[in-house]
Structure formats: structure tokens, C-alpha cells
């Protein structure tokens, strides 16, 4: 085999402070070209195949997340191909691989472990690198061997989304065979990835959207039924729904992106001692809890991506399974990022929105 020439820098899409005169604020994304330092002890390179979007990226260019890095790269979802290592005899050599989105929690059960420091990748100061780039120096620890069903579009789909979902509805909500279960705001990646999840351990599934279309989709996927939760009634409308065929169901749990009345808008429907497990805020941050929910032993569960253990764990039920992650949109090389972002504004996508970096050397998922 002939020695592999490497790139000595790479293009990244960085972060950069918005002017001050521009209102409403919104900072800049910019691609500039990095030098790519030398590998040491531990460390490979990447070379992206795919990265995708999170919300996260557009609320940081709006200021509104916390830890903001200027001069930091984009993305905490990305998947390639190992090609260069520390050590020359590295098994992850020429191996496909997706990052580790996150820092600073590997495998305590219930939260990250006492005195670490827990980070996303990606626009952030810690930790102090993201996904969109040609190529990332990455711990080695800290790449998860991509299954062969997936490409590298549906892996760079799978990160943060399969955490966050994994950790909500299996860790949490422990869905299980036979149960019935609601996952609200259908059409993102979370709840998607969270509907795959639970149909793949025998649950049936309802979902809530504002969008009759996208909960259309999700019935094509197997979601039983759906509302649409800009009706005030959809609360009713859900009871309807779980009554069809002449006895009344309950929801075992509910997977929640909302916050706000949630625990109020589903309690006639979740049976005693059922789950609400919120891991986002788009309705409201304040999440309300009474008195009511208390005699009824309902309980609700806040959840923030998981662990290092959970996303392994996560990523072999996939495997397992077969599940391929929804891709709304696929967009051509890094200089298409700017249309990922107006993407995320307009809010209509189904699935996640990916930027495919090189076309060569990609397994075809199965769909």
C-alpha cells in the first residue's frame, strides 16, 4: 500500500461575532481554513463524510445558548471514515466512525458523574472542537464504529437526536412491549428517532404536531394515530383517539419536546403512575406540576442527552434493529450551510438536515 498524503489544514465552519449594530442579533457563520495540528497519544483524524444540524447551531448564531465560543467550530453531529492515527497500527484505521456529541459523562446512571464538566461539541468553548469540518482531530475514545446499515448521511443524523430519544424513552420511560405511548412535536429529529425506538420494542405509538402532513408521515412510519396541537382541544381529541374500538386506553408514558401544561394537557389520558419525560422547552421552560398529578403517582422526568454507556448502548439497538434515522434534507458540500440554517428557521423539515461533505466511500443504508 502506498503512503496516504494527509491535508496539512482544513476548511471549518466557525463561529464569529455578530456586528453590534445588527438587530435582531444573529451571528455569523463563517468558513475559514485551519491548520490540522499534529496527531498525539490517543488522537485520530477524521475525515467527515456528513454533518447534520441541531437546533442548538441556530439558537447559538441568535445568542440564546449558553457557553457560547467564538472562534469555535459548528456541530456537535458528524460521521466519516478514520485516516490517520497516533498509532500506526490503530484497529480504527480506514474504519467508519461517528463522534461522540457530548463530554464529560461516560456511564453513571443517573446524571453526568460528580465533578465533571458535561459539554456539547460544537460553537461552544468546551469541549473545544465540532463536526463541520473536511477533517476534526478526535480523542480515539471517543468515536463509535458506525453500523454497516447506515451511511454516512443517516449516521451524521443519529448523534445527538438517538442520544436524547434513547435516553427519554428507554432509560426513562422504559417503553416496553404492549404499552401505548405519546411523543409530542413529531417531525423532529428527537421524536422521530424516539417513534423508531418505541415501534422497535413493540409499542404503540400516537404523536401530536402542528402539522396534519407531518403526522401523516409518522403514521407511514407506524405511529398509530395523531392530533394536531394547535387545536385547544387536542387533549380530547387524543382521548378519542385512544378510545376507538370500544374500550379505553391510557397512556403508559409520554415523551415530551414542549414543556409548559404538559403534565395538565395529558392527565386524563396518562394512567396512575404514568411518565412524562420532557427533554425540550418549545411551548414553555416553566414545566407546571399540581397537586392533581401528585394523588394520581404520575411523574415527570426532566432528560439531557445521555451518557457515553447509553450511546453505545443506543447505537447496538439500531444495529440490532435496523433502524435508519429520518433525513429531511441532504445539502451538497460545507458552503451549502447557509441553507441549512434558513432551513431550521422556516421550521417545515421532517427529519434531520444534513450536509453531505464527500460523496466517496459511503455504504448504502437500507430503507
Known sequence: MGVVRLPKETRALVLRKAPVERKP????????????????RGQVLVKMGAVAFNHRDLWIRFGKYPGIGFGATFGADGAGTVVAS?????????QRVFLTPMRGWESSPDAP??????????????????????????????????PDHLDDVHMAAWPVGGLTAWRAAIVHARVAQGQTILITGIGGGVALIALQ???????NVFVTSGSEDKIQKAIALGAAGG?????????GQLAKL??????????????????????GQVNKTLKPGGKVVVYGMTAN?????????????????????????????ATRFIAEHDIVPVVSHVLEGLG?????????????????????MDESGQVAARL
Open 86 to 94: 497516533a498509532d500506526p497500527h490503530d484497529p480504527l484505521l480506514q
Open 285 to 313: 421552560p416553566v414545566v407546571k406540576f399540581t397537586m392533581r398529578e401528585v394523588l394520581k403517582h404520575q411523574q415527570l422526568i426532566g432528560s439531557t442527552m445521555g451518557s457515553h454507556q447509553d450511546l453505545v448502548d
Open 113 to 146: 458523574e460528580p465533578g465533571s464538566t458535561f459539554g456539547i461539541l460544537g460553537g461552544g468553548k468546551y469541549p473545544p472542537l465540532g463536526t463541520f469540518a473536511d477533517y476534526v482531530v478526535v480523542e480515539r475514545d471517543q468515536v463509535v464504529r458506525s
Open 227 to 235: 392530533v394536531v396541537y394547535t387545536s385547544k382541544d387536542w387533549p
Open 197 to 203: 425506538l418505541c415501534l422497535a420494542k413493540g409499542a
Open 242 to 263: 385512544l378510545a376507538k374500538g370500544g374500550q379505553s386506553v391510557s397512556l403508559d408514558a409520554v415523551i415530551d419536546s414542549g414543556g409548559g401544561d404538559i403534565m
Open 25 to 40: 442579533l444573529y451571528h455569523d457563520a463563517v468558513i475559514e481554513k485551519r491548520p490540522i495540528p499534529t496527531l498525539q
Open 336 to 356: 451549502s450551510a447557509e441553507q441549512g440554517f434558513e432551513l431550521m428557521k422556516h421550521g417545515s423539515q421532517f427529519g434531520k438536515i444534513v450536509v453531505r
